[in-house]
Nanobody
Framework: VQLQASGGGLVQAGGSLRLSCVAS????????VGWFRQAPGQEREFVAA????????YYSDSVKGRFTISRDNAKNTVYLQMNSLKPEDAAVYYC????????????WGQGTQVTVSS
């Protein structure tokens, strides 16, 4: 299973973007998927995650209330709706999946760049 992230771009502060993470290939279950981001010179950080049924969602404190994670299992897609974007949200965003159903993220997509102008 491969993951492909898209939807990044340039947006003004206060604006919105929606990122998509599409999974290709077959899995026995709908995997837990997370979004991470990495800004230049900084470590990769967790942003949000969603379990296979979408019953459980997790957010970092820095994005809680502004970002919403969701999924459409019929389309094998997980979304990250980002509202009220701030310059500090600028980073390369990655999606990752726990494809084997374990505790670790074992499949990572390529990143999509999000740039926020002030």
């Amino acid at each position: 299973v491969q993951l492909q992230a898209s939807g990044g771009g340039l947006v003004q502060a206060g604006g919105s973007l929606r990122l998509s993470c599409v999974a290709s290939g077959r899995t026995k279950h709908n995997p837990h998927v997370g979004w991470f981001r990495q800004a230049p010179g900084q470590e990769r950080e967790f942003v949000a995650a969603i379990n296979g049924s979408a019953y459980r969602k997790y957010y970092s404190d820095s994005v809680k209330g502004r970002f919403t994670i969701s999924r459409d299992n019929a389309k094998n897609t997980v979304y990250l709706q980002m509202n009220s974007l701030k310059p500090e949200d600028a980073a390369v965003y990655y999606c990752a999946g726990k494809i084997r159903g374990g505790k670790e993220y074992d499949s990572w997509g390529q990143g999509t760049q999000v740039t926020v102008s002030s």
